[in-house]
């Protein structure tokens, strides 16, 4: 099953872009000065990180945010350079927002929210 197999369908309005490079790092900071961009770390094999995921997916109404997808369990080097790059400490699941190229928010495990999320876009 495919990555978009797994997550396109389902109830999840959440329109997720999946991380697959280190390179998409810069790509994310500079769409971030034209939209708020989420990046969602998630260990696809901690039921913690599920819950988390699913909430964001059943609670999403952020119009103008666009959402990152990472498994980091298939690219821990990605999250590692995540952490370096926007000098962030490594969570999971950790939800980081980004505008303007400023992290404006950072969470983990059950403090991840949709509601706390948007307090920090407009």
């Known amino acids: 099953m495919s990555w978009?197999?797994?997550f396109s369908g389902g109830s999840s309005n959440v329109p997720w872009k999946e991380m697959t490079a280190e390179a998409q790092i810069s790509e994310i900071v500079e769409r971030s000065h034209?939209?708020?961009q989420l990046i969602f770390?998630?260990?696809t094999?901690?039921?913690?990180?599920?819950?988390a995921k699913s909430r964001?997916?059943?609670?999403w109404n952020l119009e103008n945010v666009e959402?990152?997808?990472?498994?980091?369990?298939?690219?821990?080097?990605i999250s590692n350079a995540i952490a370096s790059?926007?000098?962030?400490?490594?969570e999971s699941p950790q939800a980081i927002l980004l505008k303007d190229a400023i992290v404006v928010y950072d969470s983990s495990h059950n403090s991840i929210s949709v509601s706390e999320i948007s307090k920090h876009v407009s």
């Open 56 to 59: 964001l997916e059943r609670e």
């Open 4 to 6: 978009k197999d797994m």
């Open 45 to 51: 094999r901690c039921s913690i990180s599920s819950m």
């Open 85 to 90: 790059q926007l000098s962030v400490h490594h």
């Open 67 to 77: 959402p990152w997808y990472l498994d980091l369990i298939a690219y821990r080097n």
């Open 41 to 43: 770390k998630h260990s």
């Open 34 to 36: 034209e939209n708020p």
